[in-house]
């Protein structure tokens, strides 16, 4: 089952323009990650944030966690168009004997920049 | 440094037969896992190998099995092939925290 949900679903923007995606989770988390996927293919980390951490920056990119509201979102500044993918939320399932556990990703959200 | 491998890139499969899909981690990287992503949809958790064991298993039916080796590689079966299984399959490895994917395995069941 779907432990991030992030929406919106599908967002279209001109190069230049800020994108926020959001993403919300069900249960307690160690950490949230966010990945890009290009065109289908492998998915890429970009940013991960942990439970006791509010905000982290990585260049272009800002991410925020609000453990109280189960929420996320991450913000990509003056994007461009080599921007356009599929960006997805994963929190982990829990600790297994000290080792991470699988990651659990939302459905994503689709950006489009146009150029 | 290598990435995470997988192969074969593309692989056609009769309803029916069954599939047999390679990934390999990075080195020293010991946690090997496993996704399903069909068309349009997110990434559906499949299984979790570390150390050569099963750590954890995703909601799919036990035609899906797979098998971590020594040298940490591993490999994913899918029996009895069925057209919904028609889907890009994801290895990553893990460290850690952070998951690095391979580029998948498109699998298409006709």
């Known amino acids: 089952s779907q432990q991030g949900e992030e929406d919106p679903q599908a967002l279209s923007i001109q190069e230049g323009e800020n994108a926020t995606m959001n993403c919300s989770y069900k249960t307690s988390i160690n950490n949230l990650q966010w990945y890009r996927q290009n065109s289908g293919r492998g998915l890429v980390h970009l940013i991960l944030i942990r439970s006791n951490e509010r905000e982290k920056h990585s260049g272009r990119l800002r991410v925020t966690l609000d453990t109280s509201k189960k929420s996320s979102s991450l913000l990509i500044t003056a994007s461009r168009a080599a921007d356009t993918a599929s960006y997805f939320c994963a929190t982990d399932a829990g600790v297994y004997g000290g080792s991470q556990g699988n990651l659990i990703f939302g459905k994503g959200t689709k950006l489009s920049v146009k150029p | ?110």
């Open chain 2, 1 to 110: 440094e290598a990435g995470v491998t997988q192969s074969p890139t593309h692989l056609i499969k009769t309803r029916g037969q069954q599939a047999t899909l390679r990934c390999s981690p990075i080195s020293g990287h010991t946690s090997v896992y496993w996704y399903q992503q069909a068309l349009g949809l997110g990434l559906q958790f499949l299984l979790w190998y570390d150390e050569g064991e099963e750590r954890n298993r995703g909601n799919f039916p036990p035609r899906f099995s797979g098998r971590q080796f020594p040298n940490y590689s591993s490999e994913l079966n899918v029996n009895a092939l069925e057209l919904e299984d028609s889907a890009l399959y994801l290895c990553a490895s893990s460290a850690g925290t952070s998951a690095f994917f391979g580029q998948g395995t498109r699998l298409t069941v006709v």
